[in-house]
Every structure is written in structure tokens, then in C-alpha cells.
């Protein structure tokens, strides 16, 4: 990691380097560390210049007290005493220096790093040297060019300022990297996928800045905060300081006086802190000379002015140099001001709370409870734990320890939530206590745990006891939730009915139409799951800040019925837009998890198994803290895609994985494992196997009316071979689903059941018209065997080339069907001279171009439509 990979400036490079050949010349502007320097280097390494004559120059302080110091090596080592004019000699020098060991009169680039730290007169040579005509002298060859960095906000030599100020050269912005850019920059430097949400992390955290970003990945790497977990790096805690890394800092934070220091303590304990607040408690003026130096930016946030930092790794030196005692005065210092301005505002009850905290003035039981119900539904687990045993140690009972129940099941700190309540000796008060007690402790049972009918019988006593119609609609909302991820899918519905006809609010509506998505998206209702759907996001304001969980169930639910409905593209978007526009659930695994193992299914239903895989794994790394049954379904996609691709190592391993985090509470999240062992049977060779799994999943998923998991493994075994033993049954509860997909899903299996070559093509037009590529193949496979056992030669090349030309578009490995395929064995030059084809030049054309007769074009054509089974050159586009 020595030298990092050079990304996301190709623009910049390509235009300094044509500036540069037109005999202009360039200053590179920017922070420090941003990647000037690196980006100069580049420029002079590429072929563009590879004519040019290099001399390169650092400037530094400690030459810059000394008169040509920058330019030593270049010059001689003594001025010969008739010189008149040391300017014109030096000038000479260099120029003369670049002849030497290269043909004569090449241009000449002087390239000068940090020119700010320039001394007076290197500085004045660099200002002459472009202004030197091309033909002075023999000498000179041709006119010279300067490529020089400096930093942005340093103080600079008149000299070099005059560069850009008389046209001499033309300055260049340079930017940090871009939130893209710096990802592409840490998967070449750590040689490996990266987890988006850890290169998210490291961009907000570093802001682009190239230097920043190689410190804080080293550090991070030797603490092992960033490690590879399942072949995906993925940042643990907080990125780690190193030592030159504080010194890189300390050089930006520079010398700070008292008050200063005291601006940016406040800042960094209490961002974002509102103007009015910290100017009560700093001078004006010094909060004005933080400003100025670039060390804080005040923004507009509705009323209010709001201050914060200007880099977030600001924030991690200054707070490691305040003494505790010092903080916590400051701390209480940011409580009392906002506390005397009236806390109006949502985030301020937060605040409010970890502040006193954060003091060691405990605000007793109700203001750290607050804090903890705000911190949870920003779904930051880690705080709204830390505020909850600080309530509850503060005497907050059993209202305080719900909460906490709460917060540490989705915290997955299950053993911890089962101790908590073993040690909590307050009984529930009232209706609204049982049921949160009920609630909290039952889900950890079922979820954490893995001990369904304790957690039942919990909820169900609960029911029972209950009088309040409110309290006990949420216990009731809540025994829904575990009948559906059971996969008691037929005595879920009828629950959420009920509690959708008696409704007690928007609470439980919300709760009970995330059931009603599920049960009815896995029941193949999946229009009707996208009317629940809508039906509970489109009042998310209302409720999520009391119910945040049921967002991403709600999420994940409509993902899944578009899944099932045959529509991934629809699914895509939906994950995606989730996680773009939810920051939150980066702190938040389940959902995470979740999301991503929605983009992993869709990309690989879409035939984009490479980038299924990586969402699969980046899926897997955050299964690997969440929820089991939930990591089961992120491993289990992560096998089928690698299985698919071919991968077969990785999917034993990724399947192993599956089922080593199987829960039985959760029967409906092992489907999708369920479905990724008949495909790595399948690839693996293992027809009989394949099937036999298929047929007992199939019935499995039948028994608890799951009938779109239950279409979708009757549909891979048409797939693999068996359309006569299943065609009745698909065909039976096709009219049962919605969508798309499970007409298409009977189509091909009446195809393949009669062998009719002519109805598989058209089943394959259907599923890539519904964006599903590899069933595509398989029914264009199945259309080949067909139209050849038929004697139709033509027709089952055309089908056959179709198959493959979609299965390699998918990265796909060769699937049973495809197995018994040949590939279409065109040569190399036949191979090149269809995609010219296709490409649109006509015959003449690709003559010219190989240096061939339009005849023998045409008789390479011919051939080529004979053994793809076409017509013409119109049908080569989908093929090559």
C-alpha cells in the first residue's frame, strides 16, 4: 500500500497534460493532502509528454532561505564570477540541464511541488522561464512549461502568484475526491471489495482527502477496526488516529489561543451547536477567528444558525486533548445554554440528555428516557442503549426498562436484554406496562433467542389480561409479526384483518399492514401486499418515531412482492432509494442486511450476477452482526448467486453459513436458503439431488400456503429438467398469484411439458421481456433440445445461440439446461466480423477495415448465419 491507486482525476489529467503539450502552463491549487502532488506525477507519466524534457523541483522551507535553495541540483555548484545577470545564468542552467541525456530541442516541463515554499529567487526563475522565447539560444530548447502545485489559503511568492494573475499559466481547482471516486480509491488500495456503507463512513470521515484517507485505512487496518469479513472490508467502530496522522491535523488546526480552543471544545462536544448558544459562551470575535481560519462553517438550519466543524477528524484531536474534567464542564456549559433558550426543538431532548450525561449530573429518569426513545428512532442503537440503562439506573422502572428491552433486542445484545430483565424487580403498573413488557421480552425470546412458543405464550397471556383496546391491539400487532416470519402465513392475515377493521391508530395500522405486505407478498398476492404497503408508508411521519422497525419490514415486504410479482427492476429501486435516503440504517444491521440481500435477489433475477454477489457479500458482512435468521437469508442469496456464477466453493461455504444461522421462529427468512441448495446441487451436477430438494421445498412451502416461494421452486425445477412432474401444480395456482411472473412461470412449463420448441421461444421472449435473462436462457435451452428433436436445425441454432449469448451476459456458469447445449462454434474471425456486422458497417465496409473482398465477407456471413441459426445481419445485435 506503499502507493495508493491513482482515481477519479482522469478529467484533470487528461486536460493539464494537453495544456501542458500546447506549450501552456498549469498551477495545481488545493488543500493539503487532496492529491496535488500525486496528480502532477501522473501528468508527467502520461504518453501525451513522453517527448518532453522533465526537470522536477521540491520546494521546502528549510531551502527557502536560501537563495536558488529549490533549484541546487539544477544549477552548478559554483556562479562564475563574470556573470551579470544570475537570473539569465540560472535560466540557462536548467535549461541546459534538460538537454542533457536526450535528443536536442525538446521542450522543456519544470515541474515545482509546493511552490508556495519557494525562495525569492527560484520563485523569479520559475516566472521568467515560460516567458523565454523558443529560439533565444541553442540552448534553449524551445520554450519552457511550468507545472507547479501550491496549497490553497498558504501565503505564496509574488512571483508565483503572478503566474496565474498574468496568464502565464492557468490555476486548476483542485477538488477533494468525490463519495464514488474515494471508493474506487480504497477497493484498489485494499485490493477488495469494500462495504459501501464503510466507504461511505471513510468519505464523510476523511472528506475526499487522498492523505487523510490513506492514514485513517492504515491505522484503522493495524487496530483491526477495518478488517475483510466474508471477502468485504468493513469498518468496526470508529476509524483509528495514528500518530502522523494527529501531526497532519495539527498542522491544519495550527496555533489556537485560549478562547479559540474553548469555540472548538464546545463545537466539537455539543455539533452542531447553534450560533446564538455558543456566541453566549465564547467571545464573538474568537468565534469569528475560528471561523476565518477555516476550522468551523456556520449554516442556516430553518431559524437557527448552526456551527460545526469543518472536517470531522478536527473533532477526533481536539476532543483526545480536552482533560475530562474540562469537557465535562464544557458539556454542562452547552446544557445550560440551551436549556435557557427553551429546547424547543425535537433534537434538543437528545441532546439535552447525553449532555447532562455527559456532565455527570444525571437529569433524572424522564429526560434520559426521552433521549433514549429519540436515539431509537434514529436507530442509534449504541446511544439509545446507553441512555436506557442510565434511565432505568435512575430509578426509571419498568417504563425505562421496556425501552431498554426495546433498544437491545434490535441492538442483537440478546443474553444482555434476557439479564436486564432477570434483574429488574419492578412489577408492570398498568395495561400500558404489561404490554410493553410483553412486547420486549417476547421479542427477544423469538428473535434473539430462538425460543418461539415461550415468546407466544408471553403475548398470548398478555392478550388475555389486557383490558385497555389499545395496549392489547399492540400485543396482538405484535403476535402477528412472529406468525408471519414463522410462516404461519394463513393465521397471520386473518390477525392483521382484525386489527386493520378495529383500528385503536396509526400505530397499529402502520404494524398491521407490514404483517398484511408480507403474509400476502409470500401468499402471491403481491398486488394487494403493495396496497398494504402503500397503505402504511404513506403515513411513515406519523408513526416512525414510535415504531421505526416497521419501516424496514414495510420496506423488505414491497421489495419482496415486486420479487415475487417477476418485477427486480421495481425492487432494485425500492432498496436503493431505502438506503440513499436512510443514512440511519448504516448503525442499523438488520436493516441493512435486509436491504442489501433485496439488491443482492434483484440483481441476480436480473441477470447481473456479479453485482448480485457483491451486494450478496456486502449483505453477509452485516448479517454477520445482525439478527441469525436474518444473516441466513444474506448468506443463503450470497450461495445461490455464487452457485449461479459457478463459484461453487464459495457457495458450499456461503451455504454452510446459511444454515449454521437458521432460526425456527423465522421459518419464512430459510426459504431463500432452501432455494440456493437445489441450484448448487443443480451446478454441482446433481440433478436427482436437486430435484428431490426442490420437491421437498415445494411441499414444504405449500403446507403454509407460501405459494410465491412455492411457484418460484416448481419453476426452477421446469428449469432443471422436470416440466411433466410439476406442470399441474403450477398451473393449478398460477391464477392464484398476481403479476407477471407466474403466467410466465405456467407458459413454459405447458412448453416444456409437450416439448413444443415453438412455445418455449416464445416462454424465453416473456421472461426477457420481464428482465429475467437467465430464465430466459433456460427456456431458449429447452426451445434448442426441442426444435432439434423435431429435425428444425435452423430454428434450434437460432434458440440455442440466443441461450448463450444471454447466459454469458449474465456471468452466468452453465446451468443444466445450457449443459446440454453445444455452444455455437464460430471461429475467431468469423466471431469479429459478426460484431462489426452488428455493429452496422455493411460488407464493403468490414473489407476495408480486415483487408478483404466484399465477397468473402459475405461468404463468412453466410456461414455465420448457418450455424447461429438466423436470417440476417438484423438479428446479430442480441447475439454477439
Known amino acids: 500500500m506503499d502507493r495508493w491507486p491513482f482515481a477519479g482525476r482522469s478529467g484533470e489529467l487528461d486536460r493539464i497534460a494537453g495544456m501542458l503539450r500546447e506549450g501552456r502552463s498549469v498551477v495545481i491549487a488545493g488543500d493539503a493532502g ?40 539544477l544549477l552548478p555548484a559554483v556562479v562564475p564570477s563574470e556573470v ?111 462495504d459501501p456503507t464503510t466507504a461511505s463512513r471513510l468519505w464523510r470521515v476523511t472528506k475526499g482527502n487522498v492523505l487523510l484517507l490513506r492514514e485513517v485505512v492504515l491505522a484503522s487496518r493495524a487496530t483491526g477496526a477495518l478488517r475483510a469479513e466474508s471477502g468485504m472490508w468493513r469498518l468496526d467502530g470508529e476509524p483509528a488516529l495514528a500518530p502522523r496522522l494527529v501531526e497532519v491535523i495539527d498542522q491544519r488546526l495550527g496555533r489556537l489561543d485560549a478562547a479559540e480552543t474553548r469555540v472548538l471544545e464546545l463545537v466539537v462536544l455539543g455539533e452542531p451547536v447553534g450560533l446564538a448558544e455558543l456566541e453566549s459562551l465564547c467571545p464573538p470575535e474568537a468565534v469569528e477567528a475560528v471561523e476565518a481560519r477555516g476550522l468551523i462553517q456556520v449554516a442556516g438550519d430553518g431559524r437557527r444558525q448552526r456551527v460545526r466543524l469543518t472536517h470531522p477528524l478536527y473533532g477526533e484531536v481536539i ?49 434520559l428516557l426521552a433521549g433514549c426513545e429519540a436515539a431509537w428512532a434514529l436507530h442509534d442503537l449504541t446511544l439509545a442503549a446507553r441512555l436506557g440503562w442510565a434511565a432505568l439506573r435512575a430509578g426509571g422502572g419498568m417504563s425505562a426498562a421496556i425501552t431498554l428491552g426495546i433498544v437491545l433486542n434490535y441492538a442483537e445484545r440478546h ?73 404461519r402465513l394463513g393465521e397471520s392475515l386473518p390477525v392483521a384483518t382484525g386489527l386493520l377493521a378495529a383500528s385503536q391508530g396509526i400505530m397499529i395500522d402502520a404494524q398491521a399492514h407490514a404483517v398484511a405486505t408480507l403474509a400476502h407478498g409470500h401468499s402471491g ?7 398494504h404497503a402503500h397503505a402504511a408508508l404513506s403515513s411513515v411521519d406519523a408513526w416512525h418515531s414510535a415504531v421505526p422497525n416497521v419501516l424496514p419490514a414495510s420496506l423488505i415486504g414491497a421489495g419482496l412482492a ?17 438506503l440513499r435516503n436512510g443514512a440511519e440504517y448504516e448503525k442499523w444491521d438488520l436493516a441493512a442486511t435486509m ?79 432452501d432455494h440456493a441448495a437445489v441450484w448448487l446441487a443443480a451446478m454441482e451436477g446433481d440433478a436427482g439431488g436437486a430435484l428431490s430438494l426442490a420437491a421437498e421445498l415445494a411441499e414444504g412451502c405449500r403446507a403454509v400456503g407460501a405459494l410465491g416461494h412455492e411457484m418460484i421452486t416448481l419453476h426452477d425445477a421446469v428449469r432443471l429438467g422436470a416440466a411433466a412432474r410439476v406442470v399441474g401444480r403450477i398451473e393449478e395456482i398460477a391464477p392464484l398469484h398476481d403479476g407477471d411472473l407466474a403466467p410466465a412461470c405456467a407458459a413454459h412449463a405447458r412448453a416444456a ?14 421472461f426477457d421481456g420481464l428482465g429475467l435473462p437467465l430464465h430466459a436462457a433456460d427456456a431458449f435451452a429447452q426451445a434448442s433440445l426441442a426444435h432439434g428433436a423435431a429435425g428444425r436445425t435452423a430454428p434450434a441454432r437460432a434458440s440455442s445461440a440466443r441461450a448463450w449469448a444471454l447466459s454469458r451476459r449474465c456471468e452466468a456458469g452453465v446451468t443444466p439446461a445450457l449443459g446440454r447445449l453445444r455452444a455455437p462454434a464460430l471461429t475467431p474471425r468469423e466471431l469479429e466480423i459478426a460484431r462489426l456486422a452488428a455493429s452496422g458497417l455493411t460488407s464493403k465496409e468490414i473489407a476495408a477495415r480486415l483487408f478483404a473482398s466484399s465477397r468473402t465477407i459475405d461468404n463468412h456471413l453466410s456461414a455465420i448465419y448457418a450455424k447461429l441459426g438466423i436470417s440476417g445481419r438484423g438479428d446479430l445485435g442480441g447475439l454477439v
Not at 34 to 48: C, F, I, M, Y
Not at 102 to 115: F, M, N, T, W
Not at 595 to 614: D, H, T, Y
Not at 753 to 766: F, K, N
Request: glycine share 8%; proline share 5%; aromatic share 4%.
Open 84 to 194: 551579470s545577470n544570475p537570473l539569465r545564468w540560472a535560466a540557462d542552467a536548467v535549461l541546459g540541464a534538460a538537454m542533457r541525456g536526450g535528443p536536442p530541442r525538446r521542450p522543456l516541463i519544470l515541474a515545482v511541488d509546493d511552490a508556495h515554499l519557494l525562495d525569492s529567487m527560484s520563485a523569479a526563475l520559475v516566472h521568467l522561464l515560460p516567458r523565454l522565447p523558443p529560439d533565444l539560444a541553442p540552448v534553449r530548447p524551445g520554450q519552457a512549461r511550468i507545472l507547479a502545485t501550491v496549497r490553497t489559503g498558504e501565503p505564496a511568492p509574488d512571483s508565483v502568484v503572478e503566474l496565474w494573475k498574468d496568464g502565464l499559466a492557468t490555476r486548476v481547482e483542485l477538488e477533494s475526491l468525490s463519495e464514488e471516486d474515494s471508493a474506487a480509491v480504497l477497493a484498489g488500495a485494499l485490493e477488495g471489495d469494500v
Open 415 to 487: 443474553d444482555e436484554a434476557e439479564a436486564m430483565w432477570g434483574a429488574v424487580t419492578d412489577e408492570p403498573a398498568d395495561d400500558r406496562e404489561r404490554a410493553g413488557y410483553a412486547i420486549a421480552r417476547g421479542h427477544n425470546l423469538y428473535w434473539g433467542l430462538d425460543r418461539h412458543e415461550p415468546a407466544m405464550r408471553m403475548l398470548t397471556d398478555a392478550e388475555a389480561s389486557i383490558r385497555d383496546p389499545l395496549w392489547n391491539q399492540h400485543v396482538t400487532a405484535q403476535r402477528a409479526a412472529f406468525l408471519v416470519f414463522g410462516a
Open 319 to 367: 476532543r483526545s486533548r480536552c482533560p475530562d474534567l474540562r469537557a465535562r464542564r464544557r458539556v454542562r456549559e452547552l446544557a445550560e445554554a440551551v436549556e435557557a433558550t427553551g429546547a424547543r426543538r425535537r433534537e434538543d431532548t437528545l441532546r439535552l440528555a447525553v449532555w447532562w450525561l455527559d456532565a455527570g449530573d444525571a437529569p433524572g429518569p424522564a429526560v
Open 753 to 766: 411439458a409437450s416439448g413444443d420448441g415453438a412455445a418455449l421461444d416464445r416462454a424465453a421472449e416473456t
Open 595 to 673: 436491504l442489501k440481500a433485496l439488491l443482492a435477489q434483484s440483481g441476480r433475477l436480473s441477470g447481473r450476477l456479479a453485482e448480485g454477489a457483491r451486494h450478496a457479500a456486502e449483505s453477509a458482512a452485516h448479517g454477520s452482526g445482525a439478527v441469525a435468521a436474518i444473516g441466513s437469508l444474506a448468506w443463503g442469496e450470497l450461495a445461490h448467486t455464487a452457485a449461479l456464477m459457478g463459484d461453487l466453493g464459495r457457495a458450499r461455504q456461503a451455504l454452510r453459513e446459511a444454515e449454521r444461522r437458521r432460526l425456527s421462529s423465522t421459518r419464512i427468512l430459510g426459504f431463500w436458503a
Open 525 to 531: 398476492r403481491t398486488a394487494t401486499a403493495l396496497e
Open 562 to 578: 415486486h420479487l415475487f410479482a417477476g418485477k427486480p427492476g421495481e425492487a432494485e429501486a425500492l432498496a436503493a432509494g431505502a
Open 34 to 73: 487532496v492529491g496535488k502532488s500525486r496528480l502532477s506525477t501522473q501528468v508527467l507519466e502520461s504518453p501525451a509528454l513522453r517527448d518532453f524534457a522533465v526537470e522536477t523541483v521540491r520546494a521546502t522551507q528549510a531551502a527557502a532561505a536560501l537563495p536558488f535553495g529549490a533549484l541546487a541540483h
